[in-house]
């Protein structure tokens, strides 16, 4: 899961950004969901058929100007 907090009014820059990036693999998640939320957050889930400690790419860092924080990220496994 990969969270951004763009720069106040840049929620839909930030969402443009994200929707564009590809991840730096050859291989493809099993499904990608793009998410927004209030206060300009975006959220990117992936679902990947691997282990939970796999080595699994992940989006960059947005530029600076575009987002107030740097980007959160977390993994989950299904339960």
Request: hydrophobic residues 45%.
């Amino acid at each position: 899961m990969w969270e951004a907090r763009a720069v106040a009014g840049r929620g839909d820059d930030l969402l443009a950004w994200a929707k564009a990036q590809p991840l730096p693999t050859e291989r493809e998640p099993l499904r990608r969901e793009t998410l927004r939320a209030p206060q300009d957050r975006v959220l990117v889930i992936t679902w990947w058929d691997a282990a939970y400690d796999a080595d699994l790419p992940e989006l960059p860092e947005p530029d600076g100007d575009l987002v107030t924080r740097a980007v959160h990220r977390w993994r989950f496994e299904t339960a």
